[in-house]
């Protein structure tokens, strides 16, 4: 009975560790696809693209799954146009992945 137990107990904590790092995976794609949207403002922004234009060329641009974030992308642009020319880098980014995986 008592190796019953532990099997099951390991079974199920076996399951649970797979669900976890399933979901940390997953996680970790949005906040990859996140990041891309942000760089990709980014982008449009160093090339010289007016916010407005940035916003519709990065809305146009998301596909498939990315569509979803088609609706975050003006707040987005007020926040990169915002920041110091000299901080427009992959920076931007990597900050926004490491938030992301924060949350």
Sequence with gaps: MKGRTFGAVTLIA???LAGT???QENKA???AVQAAMVMAVVESRR???APQDAVRDVQQGLEGDQAKYASVVPAVADWV???PEDQLGPD???SWTEACLAR
Excluded: H, I, K, P
């Design 21 to 23: 790092v399933q979901a």
């Design 47 to 49: 090339s010289g693209a």
């Design 92 to 94: 931007v980014g990597d």
């Design 29 to 31: 794609e949005e906040c």
């Design 81 to 83: 146009y915002t920041l």
């Design 14 to 16: 076996g399951s649970l």
